[in-house]
């Protein structure tokens, strides 16, 4: 059983910046992929970024690579993810998750975190 909790979220104008965190608790952390997720009202959840075990292997979806950074301090079970020059479209309730198989798909992460809201707005 793994638990995750996620914070750093809130409500930020365009252009800005938020750190969110996602600290886990339970089994071992570093054998867990940690992907970053995302669901907008009436939207449909979707991946954003994940990271494997040691952080040396990075995945984001296209609408955030150069904007987003995922990253990962293993000896304090925390994922983090940096997102610069926010926008509109990135308003969204922001989850985190852990996998030991999957990479972009939900249904492939068994551990969820019970979300943060961000909002960008001008």
């Known amino acids: 059983q793994v638990q995750l909790v996620e914070r750093g979220g809130g409500l930020v104008q365009i252009g800005g910046s938020l750190r969110l965190s996602c600290a886990a608790s339970?089994?071992?952390?570093?054998?867990?992929?940690i992907g970053w997720f995302r669901q907008a009202p009436g939207k449909e959840r979707e991946f954003v970024a994940a990271?494997?075990?040691?952080?040396?292997?990075?995945h984001y979806v296209g609408s955030v690579k150069g904007r987003f950074t995922i990253s990962r301090n293993n000896a304090e079970d925390t994922v983090y993810l940096e997102m610069n020059s926010l926008k509109p479209e990135d308003t969204a309730v922001y989850f985190c998750?852990?996998?030991?198989?999957?990479?972009?798909?939900?249904?492939?992460?068994?551990?969820w975190g019970p979300g943060t809201q961000v909002t960008v707005s001008s």
């Open positions: 998750a852990a996998s030991q198989t999957g990479w972009n798909v939900p249904i492939l992460y068994a551990y």
């Open positions: 339970g089994r071992t952390f570093t054998t867990y992929n």
């Open positions: 990271i494997n075990g040691n952080g040396r292997t990075k």
